[in-house]
């Protein structure tokens, strides 16, 4: 099993720049298919950004030019830099992880346990 542990939340003003950072367990960390989600009061947790093994990445069009989705297969670390942060960044954001166990053509899904994120003036 895949855990992982998000960090970097907290209080900004609009306008302002977080990063939030996701540390995973395992030893295939290269292998992974890593994202970040949100979940804002009575929404829908919604996808943020994804980067996959070989570094390509993608991107909601509401955070396309401001946030920066990283990650440092050295450290086993996925990060997230959100810049220009606006009122509606305001959510939980969650880290996840695609991986698949060795000798399984099953790939399944770990989640953190997520990291709050305030936008406010």
């Known amino acids: 099993q895949v855990q992982l542990v998000e960090s970097g939340g907290g209080l900004v003003q609009p306008g302002g720049s977080l990063r939030l950072s996701c540390a995973a367990s395992?030893?295939?960390?290269?292998?992974?298919?890593m994202g970040w989600y949100r979940q804002a009061p009575g929404k829908q947790r919604e996808l943020v950004a994804t980067?996959?093994?070989?570094?390509?990445?993608s991107y909601a069009d509401s955070v396309k030019g401001r946030f920066i989705i990283s990650r440092d297969n050295a450290k086993n670390e996925v990060n997230l830099q959100m810049n220009s942060l606006k009122l509606e960044d305001t959510a939980v954001y969650y880290c996840?992880?695609?991986?698949?166990?060795?000798?399984?053509?099953?790939?399944?899904?770990?989640w953190g346990q997520g990291t709050q994120v305030t936008v406010s003036s």
């Open positions: 395992g030893r295939f960390f290269s292998d992974y298919t």
């Open positions: 996840c992880a695609d991986w698949r166990p060795r000798g399984s053509p099953s790939v399944l899904r770990s």
């Open positions: 980067i996959v093994s070989g570094g390509s990445t």
